[in-house]
């Protein structure tokens, strides 16, 4: 042990010196140092975060964020988890899909969207080393040699512009750096889970360096098919991905460059024919998480491919940094999804037989172009200002068993300018505050419309329904903030702000011979106080804070249900109200806790909105009906909101010989939630709860740790989300992982 520089046996020495000059005998300096020591080795350390495009301590930015970096997303990771893994694992932050591993959906505080369609609009972000992820495919790009996650909770549209009403979840991966530096980690578990990851870096020469990274995950098919007889039919898939990265370095001029890409074939989401009984959503007799019975060809097989590109420039000038972010995104692919659940024989099956769909994601191009000037100083009043430009461009051929297969096109333009200033009015008190204007457009369009290999003839008044679509919007939205540090330690923070999601065009029904639909912009008032504090000599960290939001035409999805469609409305209103609690304590040197709890009211505000519930009249609908049997929904939740999230985390450190020996522990538990836009006594979830643990070795002397881990460790069953127009099928969460996994770092 050294302290200082000096070993423990210096120290002692000069404590018996000093002692003896002081009138203090050796054994209570020791007692002192040692105590000393402690203290130290116990604290917190200060984590610091870019959530105002500029490196700050969490503690210091008035906005509720939670991050996740070292064995905390490792941990949570270990199985080879896709991005969804994150639902849960931070307060108020949700997250699931109904297409595998290739397109998630993210809700914070309540707000998200449920279209499962590959031209989905949501209103959490998804950024990624400063660029924006757009579509559905983009945001589930593999998660590794990540450096840290930022959930931003609330509106966040001034500096990070349109759709993000709900927050954003920022990576940000290991940058290059001079020193060497490298690492590889192997695992193998249960389902044939074999992943290997790793990255090399260093410099090149005194002013340019490089990273390479790299990871390889594979999970063998472990599903049965009773229908086909096939064993081991569906359920895995095989991931590549790799990142190059290059930072040039001068006294004027910094310059990061990324190339990166993604190759992936997998198991689309398992949907499993009437697992729940009429009444209950309870999982019934019909649910066997190792077999699924499909009469469709191709077993939900997916695949996509994906690369993208960026260019981050910092010109130094005169007391400020300008900043150019240049970024190119490609993506194309599609997959199969045997809708039904298994087939019409299957016990309890409905009237309606087979149903599957394939989606193709055609030519996905998304091009951003971001400037920002900074300011660099240490004066009271800092600032920021820029301009952004987004275009996206993509097509989806839709292919139905009895409609044929159909194409349409999606178009965005996007540009914004803004600015942010804060100001700091003496040692107590900072007030911040920003603007953005922003201008949107997306066009729409029909293409071929095949059945059986010939073009379908469409009607003169489909015709007309079917015509070019274009919709434009312009918005401004703004921030209000103050910050006082009543202490070096603790601060109260209070912030206003409005923000908005842009209109969306949804053109999937076209496949099934329906017109498109438009959802005009939402726009968000969001309200929030919140207190940052580090206690007990900063071995607690105690983060909370509350929350009203107001949206007004807030865009809702309505799938499925009698009409079996995807079509987008608009509620006259929607409100939110809750709190967030995140805390990490520092118990004992070798000993330290952590997590959180979110509560979250959400309710839409409509008198007359109606949507059509369940179809064949299986589920038991608890909303009023008219008189033609659809579901009007005010006053219901926000659907796939959870009303509470707990998650808890704890890590214990044993020490031997060069190293130690710790235990990772880590359990969620997620509250009501309602999986549609109406209720229903099936289609909803409460308690669902997952564990995790880890056991390792770390081997100090020779940089390298071995472990054991479990995830979901106790093998629940939870109810993630359901299709409702023919029977009562469910999806669930992923089983039961257990592994080892080596890691070795070299410097």
């Keep these: 042990m050294t302290l200082f ?9 000069q404590a018996a010196i000093f002692g003896s000059v002081l009138g203090f005998s050796p054994a209570t300096m020791a007692q002192e140092s040692d105590k000393n020591l402690e203290t130290e080795e116990k604290k917190l350390e200060t984590i610091t975060i870019t959530a105002q495009r500029r490196s700050q301590s969490i503690q210091e930015v008035p906005i509720s964020v939670a991050t996740l970096s070292g064995e905390k997303f490792d941990s949570i990771f270990s199985s080879g988890d896709d991005i969804t893994a994150l639902a849960i694992k931070v307060p108020g932050l949700y997250a699931e899909s109904s297409n595998g591993r290739a397109a998630p959906r993210f809700y914070i505080r309540g707000l998200g969207n449920t279209d499962f369609d590959l031209a989905a609009s949501q209103p959490v972000s998804i950024v990624m080393d400063e660029v924006v992820m757009e579509n559905v495919i983009l945001k589930s790009f593999p998660l590794f040699d990540i450096q840290q996650v930022e959930v931003i909770r609330g509106p966040q549209g001034t500096l990070f512009g349109r759709n993000t009403t709900a927050g954003i979840i920022k990576f940000d991966t290991v940058k290059p750096r001079q020193d060497f530096d490298a690492y590889v980690k192997t695992t193998a578990g249960t389902l044939g889970t074999a992943h290997v990851e790793g990255a090399v870096g260093g410099g090149l020469t005194d002013a340019l360096s490089a990273r390479a990274s790299f990871l390889s995950q594979h999970r063998s098919n472990w599903v049965d098919n009773s229908f086909t007889g096939q064993q081991d039919a569906l359920g895995g898939y095989d991931e590549r991905a790799g990142r190059l990265q290059f930072l040039y370095e001068s006294d004027q001029v910094d310059a990061l460059f990324n190339v990166h890409s993604r190759s992936y074939d997998g198991t689309s989401t398992i949907f499993r024919k009437n697992i729940l009984t009429p009444g209950s959503n309870d999982l019934n007799e019909n649910y066997d998480r190792d077999v699924v019975a499909y009469d469709a060809p191709g077993n939900n097989v997916q695949s996509y491919d994906a690369w993208g590109t960026s260019l981050k420039l910092d010109v130094k000038l005169d007391g400020m940094t300008l900043t150019s972010i240049s970024a190119l995104e490609k993506a194309k692919g599609g997959g199969i999804g045997d809708i039904d659940g298994g087939n019409p024989e299957q016990a309890g099956s409905a009237t309606v037989a087979n149903a599957v769909t394939e989606d193709q994601l055609r030519d996905l191009k998304q091009v951003t172009q971001e400037i920002r000037l900074a300011s660099d100083t240490n004066n009271a009043l800092s600032w920021q200002t820029g301009a952004f430009y987004f275009d996206s461009s993509f097509g989806v051929n839709t292919i139905d068993g009895f409609f044929g297969a159909t194409e349409v096109f999606h178009g965005n333009t996007s540009w914004a300018i803004f600015g942010q200033s804060s100001y700091k009015v003496n040692d107590k008190l900072t007030l911040t505050g920003g603007l953005r204007y922003t201008e949107d457009e997306k066009t729409f369009s029909v293409g071929q419309q095949n059945v059986d290999g010939f073009a379908l003839v469409i009607g003169v008044a489909q015709i007309q329904d079917y015509a070019p679509l274009k919709v434009k919007d312009d918005q401004v939205s703004w921030e209000l903030s103050a910050n006082y540090r009543f202490s070096n330690t603790t601060s109260l923070f209070a912030r206003v702000a409005e923000g908005f999601r842009a209109q969306t065009i949804q053109g999937r029904d076209v496949a099934f011979e329906a017109p498109p639909s438009v959802a005009d912009a939402e726009t968000i008032t969001s309200f929030e106080v919140g207190t940052k504090s580090d206690l007990l000599d900063n071995t607690l960290r105690l983060n909370a804070a509350l929350f009203y939001y107001i949206i007004d035409d807030i865009q809702l999805s309505a799938i499925g249900g009698q009409t079996q469609g995807n079509q987008l409305i608009n509620a006259d209103k929607g409100t939110g109200y809750g709190f967030e609690v995140d805390f990490d304590y520092r118990v004992l040197p070798n000993l330290s806790v952590g997590g959180g709890f979110s509560y979250n009211n959400t309710e839409l505000k409509d008198d007359t909105l109606t949507v059509a519930p369940c179809g064949s009249g299986l589920c038991t609908v608890l909303d009023p009906r008219t008189a033609g049997g659809l579901a009007l929904i005010n006053g219901n939740p926000f659907p796939q909101a959870p009303k509470t999230i707990l998650t808890l985390n704890s890590r214990y450190a044993y020490p031997v010989a060069s190293g130690e020996v710790y235990v990772y522990a880590d359990y969620q538990l997620q509250g009501k939630t309602n999986l549609f836009l109406y209720e229903s006594a099936e289609f909803r979830s409460n308690n669902n709860y997952e564990a995790g643990l880890r056991i390792a070795y770390v081997n100090d002397q020779h940089n390298y740790e071995v472990g054991v881990f479990g ?37």
């Design 711 to 747: 995830r979901n460790i106790t093998d629940q069953d939870n109810l993630k989300g359901a299709i409702d127009f023919s029977n009562l099928t469910g999806f669930v969460n992923e089983p039961r992982v257990m592994g080892v996994d080596f890691r070795i770092n070299f410097f």
């Design 5 to 13: 520089g000096k070993s423990a046996l210096a120290v002692a020495v």
